[in-house]
């Protein structure tokens, strides 16, 4: 081959590397920046005097005082909302019949909005669920609550194709009524009646949850991801070296060996849920490790899953250290076991490291194989004794849970987005983490 011809080649696939780089980050970032962007508002938003309120009624934060003096002043500007409701409902009686019948179902709606917008109405007995204990606590659920107030949706179909969503105003219906002042001042004193601020939340990653995540945080599935993975490792990690050193040092090629690779790499291969089933199947209802559902058995099930990863990482980290250094450790007398365990391993700790935090990753994100050993989709933070037997909430499997099956999707977004952003930065610290390890430690073992 000509000199001119190889370098042409070089270049081309050194750009064609460069553009799949390229491509594959610009990938991340498409796809990893909204989920990012999106759940820092778990974090990061303008709270109103409800959140406030919510937080030292049920966590036992803030100061007392100021929030108590907050809702006094709050108080006495909603006043004039609750004056309007109350006369309406006096007046109703002495409309005509038909008017009467029009306006009382409008009227339920807009008192209903109220109490979701600013929780309930003075004097009222309280409502048994947490989530009616108050208003909005965030500014932007509370800008679409209002809206359902000032507004009656309906349906336009008179164009072609499916209907379009249409808000029609509810003032002019009310019209001439003790209710028509409500609507401009609620339109136009809304951060006067709910006061909002912009508050930084770090206790998101570890506050429980109340009522299905409509306040609170995620702490009770950011402990249990860290139980299954940390789990999952101290399981797997000892197993995958002992059948790496096997395989590299000791076994020797033959039919056998060559069936237990293809069956290694066969189990890499294995879907998940089969994983998930195989737990159930094996270590609760056969070796009964846990009456139902635990940590444990979460742990093994995720174990057996990176295992194979952890074997093929740990086998090549191996096969890379150079053949002189256990010569040189059997030369001076050392002992086949004490020349791996003091030569071959702490020079192969790099990319033993880098396999095992890699699949600690993999463990933290695994949905299938947990849904059957570990997961609820509700319940308290387990403490550590506690996870011989007790099932634990996990980011995977109760990020889908609360996207799919939650009564009120739509009421907690930020908590979805946030459990999303939360459990890609703990995959993402994994990785790096694993990258930082393996350059420090190579960087000790040359210097």
Same mark, same amino acid.
């Given at each position: +081959?000509? +000199? =001119?011809?190889?370098?042409?080649?070089?270049?081309?696939?050194?750009?064609?590397?460069?553009?799949?780089?390229?491509?594959?980050?610009?990938?991340?970032?498409?796809?990893?920046?909204?989920i990012l962007v999106r759940g820092a508002g778990a974090y990061v938003f303008r709270a109103t005097t409800e959140y406030r309120r919510m937080m030292l009624d049920q966590f036992g934060r803030g100061d007392e005082a100021q929030i108590q003096a907050e809702r006094a002043a709050v108080a006495e500007a909603r006043r004039p909302l609750y004056e309007a409701l109350d006369a309406?409902e006096r007046s109703l009686p002495d409309l005509p019949a038909a008017r009467r019948k029009e306006l009382k179902p409008a009227f339920q709606e807009v008192r209903e909005g109220l109490r979701l917008l600013l929780g309930p109405e003075p004097g009222e007995p309280l409502p048994a669920l947490t989530r009616r204990l108050y208003g909005q606590t965030r500014w932007d659920r509370?800008?679409?609550?209002?809206?359902? /107030?000032?507004?009656?949706?309906?349906?336009?179909?008179?164009?072609?194709?499916?209907?379009? @969503?249409?808000?029609?105003? #509810?003032?002019?219906?009310?019209? $001439?009524?003790?209710?028509?002042?409500?609507?401009?001042?609620?339109?136009?004193?809304?951060?006067?009646?709910? #006061?909002?601020?912009?508050?930084?939340?770090?206790?998101?990653?570890?506050?429980? =949850?109340?009522?299905?995540?409509?306040?609170?945080?995620?702490?009770?599935?950011?402990? $249990?991801?860290?139980?299954?993975?940390?789990?999952?490792?101290?399981?797997?990690?000892?197993?995958?070296?002992?059948?790496?050193?096997?395989?590299?040092?000791?076994? %020797?090629?033959?039919?056998?060996?060559?069936?237990?690779?293809?069956?290694?790499?066969?189990?890499?291969?294995?879907?998940?849920?089969?994983? !998930?089933?195989?737990? *159930?199947?094996?270590?609760?209802?056969?070796?009964? /490790?846990?009456?139902?559902?635990? /940590?444990?058995?979460? =742990? *093994?099930?995720?174990?057996?899953?990176?295992?194979?990863?952890?074997? @093929?990482?740990?086998?090549?980290?191996?096969?890379?250290?150079?053949?002189?250094?256990?010569?040189?450790?059997?030369?001076?007398?050392?002992?086949?076991?004490?020349?791996?365990?003091?030569?071959?391993?702490?020079?192969?700790?790099?990319?033993?490291?880098?396999?095992?935090?890699?699949?600690?990753? %993999?463990?933290?994100?695994?949905?299938?194989?947990?849904?059957?050993?570990?997961?609820?989709?509700?319940?308290?933070? /387990? @403490?550590? =004794?506690?996870?011989?037997?007790?099932?634990?909430?996990?980011?995977?499997?109760?990020?889908?849970?609360?996207?799919?099956?939650?009564?009120?999707?739509?009421?907690?977004?930020?908590?979805?987005?946030? +459990?999303?952003?939360?459990?890609?930065?703990?995959?993402?610290?994994?990785?790096?983490?694993?990258?930082?390890?393996?350059?420090?430690?190579?960087?000790?073992?040359? !210097?």
């Open positions: +081959m000509r +000199m =001119s011809t190889r370098k042409l080649l070089d270049r081309a696939f050194t750009w064609g590397a460069c553009l799949a780089v390229g491509l594959m980050a610009l990938f991340l970032v498409l796809v990893l920046a909204p309406f509370a800008q679409e609550k209002v809206r359902n /107030v000032l507004c009656e949706e309906t349906w336009d179909y008179s164009g072609e194709g499916e209907g379009v @969503r249409v808000w029609v105003p #509810r003032a002019p219906k009310f019209a $001439g009524t003790a209710l028509e002042p409500l609507f401009p001042l609620l339109e136009r004193d809304l951060e006067g009646l709910l #006061r909002p601020r912009l508050t930084f939340y770090p206790r998101f990653l570890t506050d429980k =949850s109340l009522d299905i995540h409509f306040f609170g945080g995620i702490g009770a599935e950011v402990a $249990g991801t860290v139980y299954l993975a940390l789990g999952a490792m101290l399981i797997a990690v000892p197993l995958g070296i002992v059948a790496a050193v096997y395989f590299q040092e000791y076994a %020797r090629e033959g039919a056998v060996i060559t069936l237990l690779r293809s069956c290694v790499n066969t189990l890499a291969g294995v879907p998940s849920v089969v994983f !998930g089933l195989f737990g *159930l199947a094996f270590f609760i209802n056969t070796l009964h /490790v846990s009456p139902g559902k635990s /940590v444990l058995a979460g =742990s *093994l099930t995720l174990a057996l899953l990176v295992l194979p990863t952890v074997i @093929r990482a740990s086998e090549e980290a191996i096969a890379a250290v150079p053949r002189a250094y256990k010569e040189a450790a059997l030369a001076l007398g050392a002992g086949q076991w004490r020349t791996i365990l003091t030569v071959i391993l702490p020079a192969a700790l790099p990319g033993i490291l880098t396999g095992t935090v890699i699949s600690m990753g %993999r463990a933290a994100g695994e949905t299938a194989p947990i849904i059957f050993t570990a997961a609820v989709s509700y319940g308290a933070l /387990v @403490r550590p =004794s506690e996870v011989l037997s007790q099932a634990t909430p996990a980011l995977s499997w109760n990020l889908y849970n609360i996207c799919t099956e939650h009564e009120a999707v739509d009421e907690i977004r930020h908590v979805q987005y946030g +459990m999303a952003a939360t459990l890609v930065l703990i995959v993402l610290t994994l990785n790096l983490t694993a990258i930082l390890i393996r350059a420090r430690v190579a960087k000790r073992l040359k !210097g």
